[in-house]
């Protein structure tokens, strides 16, 4: 092709591109005429180029290539399939060797989600000591075990729960959240098991969606960030020192791609926007985790532009793991292959052909078994695809360590719930804490008279959130979360450790006057679909009278807001004298104590420094993820002590 035809084929290519950034729809570029062309389909050209850090080496990629000649073609359809504890017993692995076993939210150790911490250490070895018996024929390969580990080792009864991620992008630190990812991955190892599906990079645009919280921001440069830092502090840095003998497990980078971009905010449901929008909103956080060697992929229930992710050849394929250069391994998530027209929970070539290399099927796996053997012998798989998942699927495993015996980590169940895990979250909490009121009623002087009250004040269900030892976390007790800390209790320590006291508030005139009055309230916890929520953005009326009569009775009020996004609360930030947003700050209240209450003198112990990662709503109209559209404060809002004292 001559230089002119390049440069005509170039310049169509803008006029097109152009016209589809400005309409939101997709034209396919052939040289000189521009025609529509079915949705949903990506133009590789036009996303980053990139690749994948420390995944492929030559001498791993040689031992790959000599065990997938000695393994069956059962052995590598049974690489391909994930599924649920609740799904398969040790032994049936010697029937169906499969590649990993996930616990999904809310699924524990014989049924039971409260398993004390050695039930999940021994289930991965009986899992595992099946897939590694050595029998005629069998090729001897241990199984990935994959769970949410999103917010901590959130499924474990005693451990250490970090604030969800929207409290984390608040805190504007991705060191802090590499800790964080650190920490998480040694509690994974040392209970056996060695793949967290975390992080989430959605980057939500509409806070009525349900999991806004899974999600750091609706920056996506600030997604990119966190999204390198989250990897390598789950994972290790790229290479060598990403292993399990180093207290690292597999990171997902989640979920692939435009999840917090659909329609209305619904789970599930269509990102309705240009490919150029794709690219500039959705995508950054994914380049962030490939260049930071991100071992594995979860591809989207939702669609773009009305096609499934997980049958999206040109995305899942020619985007990710073409241009975007991604050698490890895409996973489905939870049965999501059932939603591609023309598929079924037990049979789906056509997310197999799109590129997903290993089913996450919690149920009919035994079918989805037979009926991929039945597509790989009759050619609608080809041998090539089956051989390209499975050696991701095995680059993964080699290069995590899962094939080399030694596992210092496990068992080292001290490091589940460790002070200096807690510390950690802790710190968290204080720099995850968004002041966006103060009219002198924070800080609290160490010693004065404080009435706390309010449903979220003794309520670790509603610090936790979602994904907290249950799926939905809101069939939980305090008694579910030993050694964690309330708000009230944080505060009551503080308070008193500066000669003062809590006060019940039945005395508004007395000698129990409170000087100030802590209300903590929000949302219950919620997951995915169940917490999507329509218009207006308003479900926090629980204090209003309280705040009412504390007004009335002169009473300084300060709200603190627990919830997994930005709500429309006016009447309730009218009526406070001040206003803090907490998001869901997991267990460690105490970091809320730190920054409200001060010192003896009044004076701040730790300040307030984070900043919205989301734009704050005007209650009627859900933000888009820009600074105006119908926000009440932007991204970057936050007040602090130091401002103030200016
Ligand atoms: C869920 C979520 C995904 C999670 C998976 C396993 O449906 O979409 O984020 O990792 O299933 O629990």
Request: charged share 10%; proline share 14%; hydrophobic share 40%.
């Given at each position: 092709m001559r230089a002119s035809q390049h440069g005509l084929r170039a310049f169509t290519v803008f006029v097109a591109l152009s016209a589809a950034a400005l309409y939101g729809t997709t034209f396919s570029v052939t040289a000189g005429a521009a025609e529509p062309q079915p949705p949903g389909v990506a133009h590789p050209q036009l996303w980053p180029a990139t690749h994948s850090r420390g995944l492929v080496d030559a001498a791993t990629e040689v031992r790959i290539t000599s065990m997938l000649a000695r393994m069956s073609v059962e052995e590598k359809v049974g690489q391909v399939i994930q599924t649920d504890i609740a799904s398969?017993?040790?032994?049936?692995l010697r029937r169906y060797p499969l590649g990993s076993i996930l616990a999904g939210?809310?699924?524990?150790p014989n049924g039971n989600d409260r398993s004390p911490t050695a039930a999940w250490l021994q289930l991965a070895r009986d899992y595992r000591a099946v897939a590694l018996e050595a029998r005629p024929g069998h090729e001897a390969i241990p199984p990935l075990f994959g769970i949410d580990a999103v917010h901590g080792h959130n499924n474990i009864v005693g451990t250490v729960l970090y604030p969800h991620n929207i409290g984390l992008g608040a805190a504007h630190d991705a060191e802090l959240v590499r800790r964080i990812g650190a920490a998480t991955a040694e509690e994974i190892a040392a209970t056996g098991w060695d793949w967290a599906?975390?992080?989430?990079?959605a980057v939500p645009q509409d806070v009525r969606w349900g999991r806004s919280y899974e999600g750091f921001a609706q920056d996506p440069a600030l997604v990119r960030a966190y999204a390198s830092a989250a990897v390598e502090g789950l994972q290790?840095?790229?290479?060598?020192?990403?292993t399990l003998q180093n207290g690292k497990v597999a990171a997902t980078a989640k979920h692939f791609i435009g999840d917090g971009g659909t329609a209305g905010g619904v789970d599930q449901g269509d990102t309705r926007i240009s490919e150029a929008e794709l690219i500039r909103v959705h995508a950054q956080g994914y380049v962030g985790a490939i260049e930071a060697g991100v071992y594995t992929v979860m591809a989207s229930y939702s669609s773009w532009q009305g096609q499934k992710m997980h049958g999206n050849h040109s995305l899942l394929t020619d985007v990710l793991k073409g241009r975007m250069g991604f050698e490890g391994l895409v996973v489905g998530d939870w049965n999501a292959q059932a939603q591609v027209p023309g598929c079924k929970a037990d049979h789906c070539t056509a997310a197999f052909n799109a590129g997903v290399d290993m089913f996450m099927a919690p149920y009919e796996w035994q079918g989805l078994y037979a009926n991929t053997l039945t597509d790989v012998r009759t050619g609608a798989i080809s041998p090539a695809r089956l051989d390209d998942a499975v050696r991701r699927i095995l680059r993964v495993k080699f290069r995590l360590g899962l094939f080399d015996a030694a596992r210092p980590y496990e068992g080292r169940m001290e490091l589940l719930g460790s002070a200096a895990h807690r510390d950690l979250a802790r710190e968290a909490v204080r720099k995850s804490l968004v002041l966006l009121k103060n009219s002198g009623a924070l800080p609290i002087a160490a010693g004065a008279r404080v009435m706390v009250s309010g449903p979220g004040s003794e309520n670790l269900p509603m610090q936790c959130g979602g994904w907290s030892l249950t799926w939905q976390g809101s069939d939980t007790s305090n008694a579910d979360y030993p050694g964690a800390t309330s708000i009230k209790d944080a505060i009551k320590s503080a308070a008193e450790a500066g000669g003062g006291r809590l006060v019940d508030g039945s005395d508004l005139s007395g000698k129990d006057r409170p000087d100030v009055a802590v209300i903590v309230y929000g949302e219950t916890p919620y997951a995915e679909m169940f917490g999507d929520v329509q218009l207006p953005l308003y479900n926090v009326g629980q204090p209003l009278e309280q705040l009412r009569q504390l007004k009335q009775a002169g009473i300084r009020t300060v709200s603190v807001l627990l919830s997994g996004r930005p709500l429309w609360a006016k009447p309730e930030i009218d009526l406070s004298d001040a206003f803090v947003a907490a998001w869901l700050p997991g267990t460690e209240g105490g970091g809320i104590a730190d920054v409200l209450i001060g010192d003896r003198a009044g004076k701040p112990r730790f300040d307030f420094s984070g900043r919205l990662s989301f734009a704050w709503p005007n209650g009627t109209v859900p933000v888009a993820g820009r600074t105006g559209t119908g926000a009440t404060w932007p991204m970057g809002y936050g007040l602090s002590y130091a401002a103030a004292a200016h």
């Open positions: 398969i017993k040790p032994a049936d939210g809310g699924s524990g599906f975390a992080p989430t990079l290790g840095s790229p290479g060598a020192a990403a």
